[in-house]
């Protein structure tokens, strides 16, 4: 791993000349090249989720930078009127250094995003080994901050439980698959399976959850949504779809012209290669969307 981690940081040589590769799934490297994506999203109907890449910070400066560059965007936001708010990762924030030093430097940004116009705050669900920390980290947030949210992934074996628990506090949940390459013991790993319980949760969701975020490409389930919601006249101001940045681009379009909300998680920053390579290529289903998406409109 120390070769690939060299091969994928900052500066390297595979960043400076390999860019085209991503480019289509990360909307480049500063905040304004990511307040101009979410304008073009904003003018075809679309809201966003800002996300500055970089986890598993392991120093103290690294997390400071890293929170001060949220709050350079969430400024950024309010200044130019863009429709979007921000998704954090708790690594990011130094949960591998020191958990109370992690939820303070969360605290801080939801605080200033409480200026903004939409002051959500999204927690990444990041791999297996510290989801239940994240959550019990989102859980002192959200005691005192009730424009912070979480995600959950589906094929993770406990989320029904935390589905349950969420319900249970009012929070607001974005359901995805799961990016992860995780073992068997905690993860579901046939993808019939996988969206079998996709499918149940966000129908929990839907039906008793607060505003949740339905985050999937797999059209497949998002038909079965659709009927689900019509099926029990939800209606479609009471949830979002959300999609990746650059990802079939043409059925975000399609759900928009159908009247769905269509949120677009938006990464940016210098942290480029490290996320279009363990988020994109690490899991067989993301290669394919991400090669599919290269020729889609």
């Known amino acids: 791993m120390a070769i690939i981690d060299r091969l994928l940081a900052p500066g390297s040589g595979f960043q400076k000349n390999f860019f085209f590769l991503a480019k289509r799934f990360v909307a480049g490297e500063t905040a304004g090249s990511a307040i101009d994506a979410v304008r ?26 890293t929170r001060e560059a949220y709050i350079a965007v969430l400024e950024r936001i309010r200044e130019t009127g863009a429709l979007s708010n921000v998704s954090v990762k708790m690594s990011a924030m130094g949960l591998l250094i020191d958990e109370a030093f992690a939820l303070e430097n969360l605290t801080r940004i939801l605080h200033y995003a409480q200026r903004n116009a939409d002051p959500f705050v999204r927690i990444d669900m990041e791999g297996s080994a510290v989801t239940q920390v994240t959550l019990d980290l989102f859980e002192r947030a959200y005691a005192q901050n009730k424009n912070v949210g979480i995600v959950l992934q589906a094929y993770l074996k406990r989320t029904p439980a935390d589905v349950d628990r969420m319900i249970e506090l009012g929070a607001r949940v974005r359901l995805c698959k799961g990016a992860y390459n995780e073992p068997a013991d905690v993860a579901i790993k046939e993808m019939p399976l996988i969206r079998k319980q996709y499918l149940s949760l966000a129908k929990e969701l839907l039906a008793r959850g607060n505003y949740p975020a339905i985050a999937t490409h797999d059209r497949g389930l998002i038909d079965q949504i659709r ?59 993301n290669a394919v969307l991400a090669l599919s998406s290269l020729w889609s409109k």
Do not use: C, K
């Open 227 to 285: 009927s689900y919601v019509r099926e029990r006249g939800i209606a479609r101001d009471r949830f979002e779809f959300q999609m990746l940045y650059g990802v079939r681009p043409q059925l975000q379009r399609e759900l928009v012209a159908d009247g769905y909300r269509m949120r677009i998680y938006v990464p940016y920053g210098t942290h480029w290669a490290g996320y279009f390579f363990r988020r994109i290529m690490e899991r067989r289903e």
């Open 40 to 65: 073009v999203l904003n003018a075809a109907g679309m809201t966003a989720t800002l996300d500055f890449l970089g986890e598993d910070v392991l120093e103290r400066g690294a997390a400071i930078a």
